[in-house]
């Protein structure tokens, strides 16, 4: 007597609503115009990079659905039944051996070549001009130095143009991290004592999301960064040709105060320096010795300290990634509840444990101190 498959099973229905719920799971995966998926790519690198992704994805997929689906067919084909015999006693089949040995062969050649080909083209990225980056990962904060461009130096947001190769060399003064941009490039470690370069393109203006991306202490989820992508080059010069101005000696009598407690009673540049305070240009030989970020233009940056915080002082304007002072600013004079910077100075250790900055500043010195630092656009 013959068993029918699959009996009693309303099969059609719940193969659709199983299939529908992964398919549905895999589309809305990289929904959303700002997600920062790496299948939301906005460059050459991440795109070839997501290109690969999807090609083993589909080979795996092939693998799976065939190899599972025989599995299932053979169990409740072959499944043993009442008064059946036992099966026919075998040993060895020469063709099935070859079959099972050459078949996945293939597969795993494919996802070979895939792979090398993805990993030479990814040597291969051109664009209307260049610009040289040098990253550098701190515990735990990003440090950007642009050597051609004057020397200057960012924490916390890489600046590029769009349509331009950007040549990164990264380095770490301390232990490994990993530098990753989801939307424009893969994950480079940053090594002490060995110099990684990196290339890749931004062919979309805006503002990323970039990340740490090896455990490299207590705050590695706190070493976030941003990648404005400026729409022209001319628009990148503009950005570092106000970079490299010395910072403005303020007017105004509190952020006058303030500097002057940054450069005494504060004790900020036993570890922080500033263009035209305590340092004489970006090259200036004391630089390279200072732990904490270069504060230049420290009010023109969105995030504080790796991103644990925001810069919330105004609103990160989307098309210059520059904060806009006039609007939703939370650090005006003399009313800093909101404000994360007055927040930060108040008990860094509070808001990110292990890190490299002790103070111990008044709410007044803090008052003169945020008016200071946030003129410094
Ligand atoms: Cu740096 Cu994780």
Redesign the pocket.
Known sequence: MRTPLFRGMKLNRWGAAISLLLLSSLFLAACGENSPSILNTVGPVAGEEAGLFWFILIVATIVFVFVEGWLIFSIVRYRARPNTPEPRQSHGNNTAELIWTIVPSIFLFAVLIGTIYTMFSLQNVSGSSKITVNVV?HQ?WWEFDYPNNGGIVTADTLYIPKGAVVETNLYSNNVI??FWIPQITGKTDDIPGHTNTKIFRADTAGVYEGL?T???GAQ?AH?DFNVVVFNTMDEFNTWASQQQQAAQTPTDTLALQGMNIFKGAGGCTACHGIVGVNLSGYNDPKATGLVGPNLTHFGSRSLIAGGVLTNNAGNIDPNTGVLDHSVNNQCQPGNLSNCNLAKWLANPQAVKPGNDMFVNLTPDQINALVAYLESLQ
């Open positions: 990962a735990w991290h990993s740490c090896e455990f490299c590695h070493m």
